[in-house]
């Protein structure tokens, strides 16, 4: 099994920046994919960025970043970062790291328990 725990969140000014981190625990060789998502209260969880931690293909940004995210890993640490810069009022949510990946029973995907990002003056 894989735990996950984020941690980063807070209070930042709009243009501000922010880097939030997911450490993940118990059986990570199984992990195929990380990723951060957000969910702003009352609509659905987004895709933030996702990235590949087998090495095999590419990372994946939403629209929305528009170059102001940046997704990246250290495998000694079991950790996933995300970066971010020039903060948005728009970008206040709860932010969550997803890993998938496979077993030796099924796929799985486990969520971290999230991390309020509120961009505000």
């Known amino acids: 099994q894989v735990q996950l725990v984020e941690s980063g969140g807070g209070t930042v000014a709009p243009g501000g920046s922010r880097t939030l981190t997911c450490v993940a625990s118990g059986d990570v060789f199984t992990i195929v994919t990380q990723a951060w998502y957000r969910q702003v209260a009352g609509k659905e969880r987004e895709l933030v960025a996702q990235i590949p931690t087998m090495g095999v293909g590419g990372m994946i940004y939403a629209d929305f970043t528009g170059g102001r995210f940046t997704i990246w890993q250290d495998h000694a640490k079991n950790t996933v970062y995300l970066q971010m810069e020039r903060l948005e009022p728009e970008d206040t949510a709860v932010y969550y790291c997803?890993?998938?990946?496979?077993?030796?029973?099924?796929?799985?995907?486990?969520w971290g328990q999230g991390t309020l990002v509120t961009v505000a003056s």
């Open positions: 997803l890993a998938e990946g496979v077993d030796r029973i099924s796929a799985f995907k486990v």
